[in-house]
């Protein structure tokens, strides 16, 4: 079964940095895509960030210039950097494939409170 593991969240404050982790297993992970979400509460899952095999990238709008995504192929890991955070980025965090969707993970909670 491939199973995707996010890790890294928690409290930081406004200003701050944190850097996710999403770890895929059971699956060959350099050939895809691999994207970032978030979802807070009433609110509906988004596009956070890509990074195509080829390591191109594309941002939601409202995270460009602050967040950054990357992948380490011989980890089967791909990163969300985020720098400069704010309160609205409060959310929980969730990796996937876009083009090849797989079943979603539990995410990991990131707070941004002072």
């Known amino acids: 079964q491939v199973q995707l593991v996010e890790s890294g969240g928690g409290l930081v404050q406004p200003g701050g940095s944190l850097r996710l982790s999403c770890a895929v297993s059971?699956?060959?992970?350099?050939?895809?895509?691999m994207a970032w979400y978030r979802q807070a509460p009433g609110r509906q899952r988004e596009l956070v960030a890509a990074?195509?095999?080829?390591?191109?990238?594309t941002y939601g709008d409202s995270v460009k210039g602050r967040f950054t995504i990357s992948r380490d192929n011989a980890k089967n890991t791909v990163y969300l950097q985020m720098n400069a955070m704010k309160p609205e980025d409060t959310a929980v965090y969730y990796c996937n494939r876009p083009n090849y969707m797989l079943s979603w993970g539990q995410g990991t909670q990131v707070t941004v409170s002072s």
């Open positions: 059971g699956s060959t992970f350099s050939i895809y895509t």
């Open positions: 990074v195509t095999s080829g390591g191109t990238t």
